[in-house]
Structures are given as C-alpha cells and as structure tokens.
C-alpha cells in the first residue's frame, strides 16, 4: 500500500496537502510549516518515502487505546524520517495538535486566508486507521510518499 501526502498549500504556520492511497483521496492533512533549522514539534517532515509501521508503546499509544478502544492496534508510526524520533500520523485539528506529527481530516481551511486547521479528523481517522492496520498486520509493507508541491 502506497500513501501520498501532496501538499497543496503552505504559510508560515502550517502546510495543507491532500492524502491518497494507491493513487484514490483519503483526506486532508495538516502539519507544521517549513523551518531551518528544524525546530522540535513544530517542523514539518521532509520529502521522502517512509514506512508506516504500529508502534505499540509510549503515552500517545495508551491515549489512544482509550479512545478508539478494541480498533487501535499501535500509532501509525513513520520510521526513517531525517531528525524526527517519533512521527505519527494521528487526529488533531489545528498547528498545536501536531507536535511534528501528520494530522488527518476530512475538511480544511485554506490556510492563506485564516488560521489553518482541518476539520471531521476522528471521523477521516477512523476510516483511514483500519485500512493502514489491515495491510500491516497482514504482513504487506505500506509506505508514505511525501511530496511538496506548494
């Protein structure tokens, strides 16, 4: 499974891009802006290809094990991303909520013209999770393809 994180707008604050899988929109995203140097939990990840895989520890995990209950399995965790420990890909809605991670949802702001957020993310979350999960857990490599247009 391929996913691809095309980014479509940016500003000082955050970055908007569109997430597909094998080549069909999943949802939104929204991440951090652009820094150099990087700036810890508020730097976007670089382009690239990087697998997803469940990470089943750590406070973030236990949080949502709570929430999502018997349908979480471990963070869709990025491995390999330059300079980043812990990349997720989780809900949230706005700049804050992404501590350098990628956030999904199924509304965005165009975020040259307000504060940038996302909107509907528990529900893109939930759809999306399981579809990531199914590949994963059947042993199939799944990966995310970062590329910055905007």
Same mark, same amino acid.
């Given at each position: ?46 382009? %690239?290809?990087?697998? @997803?895989?469940? !990470? ?9 094990? *709570? =929430? ?50 996302? %909107?509907?993310?528990? @529900?893109?979350? !939930? ?9 994963? *857990? =059947? ?12």
């Amino acid at each position: 499974m391929l996913l691809n994180l095309i980014s479509y707008s940016t500003d000082n604050r955050s970055t908007l891009s569109a997430l597909l899988i094998d080549g069909v929109f999943e949802c939104y995203t929204l991440e951090d802006t652009f820094q150099y140097p990087k700036v810890d939990g508020h730097t976007r990840i670089p382009d %690239g290809r990087y697998p @997803i895989l469940l !990470r089943q520890e750590g406070g973030m995990d236990h949080q949502y094990r *709570e =929430r999502f209950g018997q349908m979480h399995k471990g963070m869709l965790w990025l491995l390999g991303v330059p300079n980043f420990k812990w990349v997720y890909i989780h809900c949230g809605n706005t700049p804050k909520d992404t501590e350098g991670c990628i956030l999904v949802g199924d509304k965005a702001s165009n975020n040259q013209y307000s504060n940038p957020w996302i %909107g509907d993310s528990e @529900i893109a979350y !939930r759809r999306l999770y399981p579809k990531v999960v199914s590949e994963i *857990e =059947r042993g199939e490599p799944v990966f995310l393809r970062v590329s910055r247009f905007a």
